[in-house]
């Protein structure tokens, strides 16, 4: 059974830095797509960014270019996200994403992935 559990979410001010874990299980993990999302009330959930399921191909939203910084751990099965910069339009529950099946030009659409955490809430304040 596949599991998935986010960690390092709080708060934090704006400029600041904050680092989100995501723990896989029950998967062999180099064989999943993954990528982070995140929601917050009244918007869809957003992609923020991902690894291609070779690993070889990571992909970032406009908004977190040059702040966010993805990165993964095979043999501890976790991936990472590094934020930088934060402000409050950041603020929101982040969420880790698997998938064995998902192709590189559908990363970025949750509808491609069937495993989902519980999500960690990130807030920025002003």
């Known amino acids: 059974q596949v599991q998935l559990a986010e960690s390092g979410g709080g708060l934090v001010q704006a400029g600041g830095s904050r680092r989100l874990s995501c723990s896989a299980s029950g998967l062999t993990f180099t064989r999943y797509a993954m990528a982070w999302f995140r929601q917050s009330p009244g918007k869809e959930r957003e992609y923020v960014a991902g690894?291609?399921?070779?690993?070889?191909?990571?992909y970032y939203a406009d908004s977190v270019k040059g702040r966010f910084t993805i990165s993964r751990d095979n043999a501890k099965k976790m991936m990472f996200l590094q934020m930088n910069g934060l402000n409050p339009g950041d603020t929101g529950v982040y969420y880790c994403a698997f998938d064995q099946g998902v192709i590189t030009s559908a990363l970025r659409f949750p509808n491609s992935y069937n495993y989902w955490g519980q999500g960690t809430q990130v807030t920025v304040s002003s």
């Open positions: 690894f291609s399921r070779t690993g070889g191909y990571t």
